[in-house]
Each structure stands twice: as structure tokens, then as C-alpha cells.
């Protein structure tokens, strides 16, 4: 190759490298060319590696590492290369993928950091990379914590009951355990919020410094002088009937249960579980069943009766003057339905008759009962005994509403009524009450 007529001599000509006029190997402004003449690049001359005439120190176009053109063993930011590319495999025992030391599964061993782990990591305990079979013990979060076959232990072991690895301190399944045992002796814990009371783990029910517990619930009482005013069905815990508590018989009754009334004798021996406070009517028609209560109680506040009747037609009783000598006052009511409710009501006691006739109203919206009359009593008193039955001194009357709201109590009679009026009624009726009592 000549230019201007002389032999090209270590220049190029058109990209190619000469020497004494001949394509030739070399080196030019720091470019390695081949004996071709042709730069280097992106491939191997004498064992190296070159990227446009330059030992390469990089990534080829292929993705391998090179460092002064030869394929890069060791580590490069933070990542570890064999002959040029990110290695995966292990090297002197420590694992690594993708240049990094291995932190994971790999053949069923658990690294972390390229090493087979020992210790707990996820809440799983490995020796040597793989689950610890059988019982062992190892720190986790600050504490001492049981594990087994791997897993944070929850069940019981050594009398001990644990929870997820640690021994159980409180409230589980209605059991109070302490350092996995169950609490000896009387403790308050919470249970869904409400204070509940243990003996030695468990709920108690009993007597404690003078209050009744059942199931741990501390229970209300509602009467150290109560007794049924009539004969009252008692159950155990699993409602099934176990006997029959004689009308008039003194208890001491608690509310609060989930079963029931509980029934105790007066020095606290428990008999069982009365109906919660009421019980219906025979033939009670529409009055559902809160009509007649069970247990009469002094504390309680003063209720007055009131006339429950079965037809709402005709009800028939008597009330005592004067026991001793059993005068009685019949009582005698009849009502007649209308349209609109009931039109009239006709009321005979001893002597005095009333004849008492509704009153309506209407508007372009209809009509309705603008009166209204009701048979009830006012200032009944606390029970007494005669003779071995128990009756209610009150007075009857006849109460009505006009249609200004005008409230008219007419007396009927005063005098006694026997239980039984208030348990198992009479001709056509009953007296109820929510809750009697007082003094």
C-alpha cells in the first residue's frame, strides 16, 4: 500500500493498519488491530478480549465480564463472577445465585447468606439449614420459646400448656392459665369484656366472700325473703326438671343467669333454676307470656294488679271482705265488642252497677275509640297468711278516659284476693303484675 507514493508505514489506510506497506498486527493511538489489519472488536486476539481495539473492562455484548480483556473471576459490585458471568452453584462452601450469596431454599437446605442456617427465621427453627425434627427450645423475639419439629409449639407438654412456642399466661377456652400452668386459687381475669372469677383455672360457681357466682359471672340477688306465689318447675344447669318448689316457700332468688332465676334456701343451698320472673295463663289467648310473675319479693318496688282477660267478654270473681268471717264481694264484668274495639262493658260488685259506652271520633281519615275503661287496683299491700293460704289485701276500681285524656277511678270493692287469683286465675281472666312487693 503506498500513499503520495510512499510505502504506508504504522498508519492507517481506510480504517486498516500497515506496516511497510503490508497489512499487519499492531497497535495504533492505542487500538489493537489484527494481522488482517482490522481493528478489534468485540472478540478475542492472543487470549484477550477486546471491545473496539481495548482490552475490555466490562460487559461484552453478550453479557460476560471482562477485566483487561480477560473473562472476570471474583467479586464486583457486591456480586460474585466465575469466568466472566454472575455465578450460581457453590464455591468453598458458601451457595450463591446470580452472583449473590444465596438467602433461601435450594435441594431442601435453608441458606442465608450463602451458609446452611441454624436458627429461626419466619418462625420456622432450622439446624444446619434444614427443620429440627422432634422438641427443642431457642430464643425468638427476646424470650425462650419451644418449638416442635420446627414450628412455634402450641399444646401441652410437661403439664406445661404453651402458645405459639411461649408458656401461656391468660385467658383460654374459659381456663386461666399463669407461666402455662392453670392459676392456683382466686383470680379476676376479663372474658368478652366482663370480669369473670377463677379457682384454681377455672370458672367458679359457688359462694365467695358473700357473693354467688355461676360459670364465674357474679349474679345479681334480687331477694333474701322471696317465694313463688305459686308451685314452681326448678332445673338443673342442663334444664332438665329435678323437683317442685311449694308455693309460699321462703328462698333467695339471683338473677343474672343464663339458665334462669337461681333458687336457693335461705342459708344458700342452691335448689335450681326457676323460670326468669314470669309465666303465662292458661288459654292466655293473645297476651303472650309475661303475664303472671313467679316469685313475690319485698324489695321490690310496689306494682299495682291489673285484669287480664282471656275473651275480653266476661270474667267472673270474688273478693274477701273480711276473712275471718269469708264475706265476699262478687264481682261480675261483661263486655261487648264493636267495630272500633270495645263498645261497652257492664260491671255488677255487690250493690253498685255501671254501664259504661265507648265514645268515637272521626275525620277525613276515619275513626277511632276517643274512650276507654280498664278494671285494675290501687294500693294492693304485701301479702299475708290465713289459715295457711296466702292472699292480697287491694282494692278494685274502674278506671276511665274520656276524649279530653280526663282520668275517672270509680271503687268497686276492697278487700282480699287469694293467690291463686294471681297464679292461676280465675273465671275468665287473671291478675297479673310485673313485680309485687314493697313495704
Same mark, same amino acid.
Given at each position: 500500500?503506498?500513499?503520495? @507514493?510512499? #510505502?504506508?508505514?504504522? *498508519?492507517?489506510? %481506510? $480504517?486498516? =493498519? +500497515?506496516?511497510? &506497506?503490508?497489512?499487519?498486527? !499492531?497497535?495504533?493511538?492505542?487500538?489493537?488491530?489484527?494481522?488482517? @489489519?482490522? #481493528?478489534?472488536?468485540? *472478540?478475542?486476539? %492472543? $487470549?484477550? =478480549? +477486546?471491545?473496539? &481495539?481495548?482490552?475490555?473492562? !466490562?460487559?461484552?455484548?453478550?453479557?460476560?465480564?471482562?477485566?483487561? @480483556?480477560?473473562?472476570?473471576?471474583?467479586?464486583?459490585?457486591?456480586?460474585? =463472577?466465575?469466568?466472566?458471568?454472575?455465578?450460581?452453584?457453590?464455591?468453598?462452601?458458601?451457595?450463591?445465585?446470580?452472583?449473590?450469596?444465596?438467602?433461601?431454599?435450594?435441594?431442601?437446605?435453608?441458606?442465608?447468606?450463602?451458609?446452611?442456617?441454624?436458627?429461626?427465621?419466619?418462625?420456622?427453627?432450622?439446624?444446619?439449614?434444614?427443620?429440627?425434627?422432634?422438641?427443642?427450645?431457642?430464643?425468638?423475639?427476646?424470650?425462650?420459646?419451644?418449638?416442635?419439629?420446627?414450628?412455634?409449639?402450641?399444646?401441652?407438654?410437661?403439664?406445661?400448656?404453651?402458645?405459639?412456642?411461649?408458656?401461656?399466661?391468660?385467658?383460654?377456652?374459659?381456663?386461666?392459665?399463669?407461666?402455662?400452668?392453670?392459676?392456683?386459687?382466686?383470680?379476676?381475669?376479663?372474658?368478652?369484656?366482663?370480669?369473670?372469677?377463677?379457682?384454681?383455672?377455672?370458672?367458679?360457681?359457688?359462694?365467695?366472700?358473700?357473693?354467688?357466682?355461676?360459670?364465674?359471672?357474679?349474679?345479681?340477688?334480687?331477694?333474701?325473703?322471696?317465694?313463688?306465689?305459686?308451685?314452681?318447675?326448678?332445673?338443673?344447669?342442663?334444664?332438665?326438671?329435678?323437683?317442685?318448689?311449694?308455693?309460699?316457700?321462703?328462698?333467695?332468688?339471683?338473677?343474672?343467669?343464663?339458665?334462669?332465676?337461681?333458687?336457693?334456701?335461705?342459708?344458700?343451698?342452691?335448689?335450681?333454676?326457676?323460670?326468669?320472673?314470669?309465666?303465662?295463663?292458661?288459654?292466655?289467648?293473645?297476651?303472650?307470656?309475661?303475664?303472671?310473675?313467679?316469685?313475690?319479693?319485698?324489695?321490690?318496688?310496689?306494682?299495682?294488679?291489673?285484669?287480664?282477660?282471656?275473651?275480653?267478654?266476661?270474667?267472673?270473681?270474688?273478693?274477701?271482705?273480711?276473712?275471718?268471717?269469708?264475706?265476699?264481694?262478687?264481682?261480675?264484668?261483661?263486655?261487648?265488642?264493636?267495630?272500633?274495639?270495645?263498645?261497652?262493658?257492664?260491671?255488677?260488685?255487690?250493690?253498685?252497677?255501671?254501664?259504661?259506652?265507648?265514645?268515637?271520633?272521626?275525620?277525613?281519615?276515619?275513626?277511632?275509640?276517643?274512650?276507654?275503661?280498664?278494671?285494675?287496683?290501687?294500693?294492693?299491700?304485701?301479702?299475708?297468711?290465713?289459715?295457711?293460704?296466702?292472699?292480697?289485701?287491694?282494692?278494685?276500681?274502674?278506671?276511665?278516659?274520656?276524649?279530653?285524656?280526663?282520668?275517672?277511678?270509680?271503687?268497686?270493692?276492697?278487700?282480699?284476693?287469694?293467690?291463686?287469683?294471681?297464679?292461676?286465675?280465675?273465671?275468665?281472666?287473671?291478675?297479673?303484675?310485673?313485680?309485687?312487693?314493697?313495704?
Amino acid at each position: 500500500m503506498y500513499v503520495a @507514493g510512499r #510505502l504506508a508505514n504504522k *498508519r492507517l489506510v %481506510n $480504517g486498516k =493498519y +500497515y506496516v511497510g &506497506g503490508k497489512l499487519s498486527q !499492531g497497535v495504533y493511538a492505542d487500538k489493537q488491530y489484527d494481522g488482517h @489489519g482490522a #481493528l478489534v472488536d468485540g *472478540r478475542y486476539l %492472543n $487470549g484477550y =478480549y +477486546y471491545a473496539n &481495539g481495548v482490552k475490555l473492562t !466490562g460487559k461484552s455484548r453478550d453479557g460476560n465480564y471482562f477485566k483487561n @480483556g480477560v473473562s472476570f473471576s471474583g467479586d464486583m459490585n457486591g456480586r460474585h =463472577y466465575e469466568m466472566g458471568t454472575l455465578f450460581t452453584g457453590s464455591l468453598k462452601g458458601v451457595a450463591y445465585k446470580d452472583g449473590l450469596k444465596l438467602t433461601g431454599t435450594r435441594g431442601g437446605i435453608y441458606y442465608k447468606a450463602g451458609k446452611p442456617f441454624s436458627g429461626v427465621m419466619s418462625n420456622v427453627l432450622y439446624h444446619n439449614g434444614r427443620r429440627y425434627t422432634g422438641y427443642h427450645t431457642a430464643k425468638f423475639q427476646n424470650v425462650t420459646a419451644l418449638f416442635k419439629d420446627g414450628h412455634l409449639f402450641t399444646g401441652t407438654r410437661n403439664d406445661v400448656y404453651y402458645k405459639s412456642g411461649k408458656a401461656f399466661s391468660g385467658v383460654l377456652n374459659n381456663k386461666l392459665y399463669k407461666a402455662g400452668r392453670k392459676y392456683a386459687g382466686y383470680h379476676f381475669a376479663t372474658v368478652n369484656y366482663a370480669s369473670k372469677l377463677f379457682r384454681n383455672g377455672s370458672l367458679f360457681t359457688g359462694t365467695y366472700h358473700k357473693s354467688m357466682y355461676e360459670a364465674g359471672q357474679k349474679l345479681t340477688l334480687v331477694s333474701r325473703k322471696a317465694f313463688p306465689v305459686k308451685n314452681t318447675v326448678l332445673t338443673n344447669a342442663s334444664g332438665k326438671r329435678i323437683s317442685t318448689l311449694k308455693a309460699g316457700t321462703p328462698v333467695i332468688i339471683y338473677s343474672g343467669s343464663q339458665r334462669g332465676m337461681l333458687v336457693t334456701t335461705t342459708v344458700g343451698k342452691r335448689l335450681g333454676y326457676a323460670e326468669d320472673g314470669y309465666t303465662g295463663l292458661k288459654n292466655v289467648g293473645d297476651f303472650g307470656p309475661n303475664v303472671v310473675s313467679t316469685f313475690y319479693y319485698p324489695e321490690a318496688p310496689v306494682h299495682d294488679l291489673y285484669l287480664m282477660a282471656v275473651d275480653d267478654r266476661s270474667v267472673q270473681f270474688d273478693v274477701i271482705k273480711n276473712l275471718k268471717t269469708q264475706q265476699k264481694t262478687h264481682v261480675a264484668i261483661a263486655a261487648k265488642h264493636g267495630k272500633y274495639g270495645i263498645d261497652t262493658i257492664k260491671i255488677k260488685a255487690s250493690q253498685k252497677l255501671i254501664n259504661w259506652h265507648a265514645k268515637y271520633q272521626s275525620n277525613q281519615y276515619g275513626t277511632w275509640q276517643a274512650t276507654g275503661g280498664t278494671i285494675q287496683t290501687e294500693h294492693t299491700a304485701a301479702p299475708i297468711k290465713f289459715h295457711g293460704k296466702i292472699y292480697f289485701k287491694t282494692t278494685v276500681i274502674f278506671q276511665t278516659s274520656d276524649e279530653h285524656y280526663k282520668i275517672t277511678k270509680t271503687k268497686l270493692v276492697t278487700g282480699y284476693v287469694p293467690l291463686s287469683y294471681l297464679s292461676t286465675g280465675f273465671k275468665g281472666g287473671a291478675f297479673g303484675y310485673y313485680y309485687l312487693g314493697g313495704k
